[in-house]
């Protein structure tokens, strides 16, 4: 284990706070500091940088991000891990490490960071995931408040968001994603890494927001769309997209796609023609 700072080993942090791990709030610890300078340097995190953190936990990934230079605000869940993480506010300069108890998916993320615009790093609880990355993806104005996300999934969750279209990772998140955002796979972990280990391997998955996405829709539209076609995705678009507010065929036809495709075929750009087709509403009769 290196010494990123002078903070005392993780183990003995977690032991003497009593911070056993909760399956309930997906708690599988990084206690290697290689580990997190790893996860530290793939988002670029350097001096003057802000972060965001979700679930900081006993702070190893924290320690990292303070000791490549960064500030950090980070939101955790669990009280028990809070007089751990003063700790390692109180070894940095004041204001570097702001710790906000409370659930993530409750946050007002530009609020608490000041308006500041901040990379986003966390190794996320699994359970609430997929949930803080639709989140931050549907951020109302756009570009979004954060400049990156580095994030932590279970590697089946990583694929899809960099899966290619007729591959089987391909998916609604997959088309979410990529819609308006850059994804890049970084690295793997094993089980192993994690204390205690998950079932599946892990991967350290970058994001960055795409300025001017290149096929524009809306949102809600692009929702509705990609919701329907990989809800049944081994059925035909013409089935799939059944009972929407426009007729399947006349939305297709618009798209210029051919009614027998089935979800996995189209690409995003193909998928945003579906939403303004949508949004065009049902033909006058
Ligand atoms: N960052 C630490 C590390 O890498 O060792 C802990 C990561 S652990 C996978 C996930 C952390 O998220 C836990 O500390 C857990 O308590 C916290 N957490 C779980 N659900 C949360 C939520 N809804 N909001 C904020 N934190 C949450």
Known sequence: MSAVD?????????????????????????????????????????????????????????????????????????????????????????????????????????????????KVVANLPYNVGTALLIRWLSAGPWPPWWQSLTLMFQREVADRLTAAPRSDAYSRLTVLAQWRAQARHHFDLSPKAFVPPPKVTSTVVGLVPLAVPPHPCRLGALEVVTANAFGQRRKMLRQSLKGLAVPAETLLERAGIVPTARAEELDVAAFARLARALDQGPAPS
């Open 6 to 118: 002078s903070l005392p080993p993780l183990r003995e942090v977690i032991a003497r706070h009593g911070l056993a791990a909760r399956k309930s709030l997906g708690q599988n610890f990084l206690l290697d500091l290689n580990i997190t300078a790893r996860i530290a340097r793939a988002a670029g995190i350097g001096p003057g940088d802000l972060v965001y953190e979700v679930g900081p936990g006993p702070g190893g990934l924290t320690r990292a991000l303070l000791a490549a230079g960064a500030t950090v605000v980070a939101v955790e869940r669990d009280e028990r891990c809070l007089a751990a993480l003063a700790e390692v506010a109180a070894a940095y300069a004041p204001g570097r490490l702001t710790v906000i108890p409370g659930d993530a998916l409750e946050i007002d993320e530009p609020a608490v960071l000041g308006h500041r615009p901040a």
